[in-house]
């Protein structure tokens, strides 16, 4: 068994740099994906399909990403399932050629070459907007949008896209689609200070957070102890004790290793954890009339199967870290209500940022409105 096992993965690895030497990259990770990198004829196939629908195409769209492609699995992040539908939606006139695993950088950097039309599309998190459109950085108000139904009520709202989209795009940005992974969690490290169930658990527990002064205010509201950590150095900062607790969604824990290193998971819903596909405004406008209905109908199915990829991949997630050892709390609504009543976006000490970032307390209160207000999707929440 171990030696097929080794003979298996041999045969992959050969054909996989077999097709990367010849610059079929794509194609090495399209058969990577669909686990036939161990037949040589399988591999051969689908780099004659990948060559010939490249040939094919009248445009190609270099769309890169922050994950490797298996990332699905347990962070719904689709780009596979996009490429595809793209690719089919236009009827072969696109090529989407995949550039996944931070090739060409992730976050900030993507988002960049997007604005550039450096690249023609990219995947980044949702906050990496704000810049260009203040109102997006809401998404991190505490309980606006932190459950999955709320955070794609609003960004599908006729409201999201009348006074967002137009700051996007005047930016140089065509936004495809919103990806829904899940809410961020209170993740405690082993050793550190166990179950967290209520704010009065975190009390004096150093928690890792990003740059974004509205996290940092809402742990610090909940009576933690907000540690700014720079992401690539959590990991190390959380074995170490230097943080005790970190906010990524299950699905990034898992991602991004951190099984080992942790006790306890909470669901608190407080702040999505919202990626994006956007695309370069000019190159898409570029493109004719029935090619530009293509991506948007090969965005949108992908949407759909983001939302119904979403438990799959939190069970999965969960799965593979309770095998660490980690242990899971769901919160019941009156301990959900708890944590709002601590750090929920009605407190006035949120009506600077709701001032600052929506323009007024009125136009805060249409995105509070579009946030709870039920749209034609429906996606699963923890």
């Not at 795009?169 to 179950?195: C, H, M, Q, S, W």
């Not at 967290?196 to 933690?224: C, E, H, I, N, T």
């Amino acid at each position: 068994m171990d030696r097929n096992r080794k003979e298996l993965a041999s045969a992959e690895r050969r054909n996989f740099l077999k097709l990367a030497g010849t610059g079929s990259f794509t194609a090495a990770m399209v058969a990577g994906a669909a686990g036939t990198l161990w037949s040589s004829e399988a591999a051969a196939q689908t780099n004659k399909e990948e060559r010939e629908r490249e040939q094919a195409a009248d445009h190609v769209m270099t769309l890169a990403t922050a994950y490797v492609l298996g990332a699905s699995r347990s962070y719904p992040i689709m780009q596979l399932d996009l490429k595809e539908n793209i690719q089919n939606a236009t009827n072969g006139k696109v090529y989407v050629k995949l550039a996944p695993g931070g090739q060409l950088g992730a976050g900030g950097a993507l988002v960049q070459k997007v604005q550039g039309g450096t690249i023609q599309a990219a995947q980044h998190s949702l906050s990496n907007f704000a810049p260009f459109a203040s109102t997006v950085d809401l998404i991190n108000m505490p309980y606006l949008c932190g459950s999955n139904q709320r955070f794609t009520n609003l960004v599908n709202s006729d409201h999201w896209k009348s006074e967002v989209h137009p700051k996007v795009e005047a930016a140089g940005f065509k936004a495809l689609f919103y990806v829904n992974i899940d809410p961020r969690v209170v993740a405690v490290r082993k050793g550190g200070a166990g179950a967290v169930l209520s704010p009065s658990d975190l009390s004096g527990v150093k928690f890792r957070v990003p740059g974004s002064k509205m996290l940092q205010q809402y742990y610090r509201m909940v009576g933690a102890n907000p540690t700014p950590v720079a992401w690539g150095e959590t990991p190390s900062a959380i074995k170490q004790g230097v943080a005790d607790a970190l906010d990524p969604s299950v699905g990034a824990l898992y991602v991004f290793g951190f099984k080992d290193i942790l006790s306890h998971v909470t669901f608190t819903q407080a702040v999505p954890d919202s990626q994006v596909y956007s695309c370069n405004l000019e190159w898409f406008n570029s493109m004719p009339a029935d090619v530009q209905e293509g991506i948007m109908w090969g965005s949108e199915m992908t949407a759909h199967q983001n939302l119904s990829k979403v438990p799959s991949a939190r069970a999965y997630a969960m799965s593979e870290l309770a095998k660490s050892g980690v242990e899971f709390h769901s919160l019941s609504e009156d301990q959900l209500a708890e944590w709002q009543a601590a750090g929920g976006y009605q407190l006035s000490e949120w009506d600077p940022f709701k001032t600052e970032l929506a323009g007024s307390l009125d136009a805060f209160a249409k995105l509070e409105e579009a946030a709870g207000t039920q749209g034609k999707y429906y996606v699963h929440d923890a």
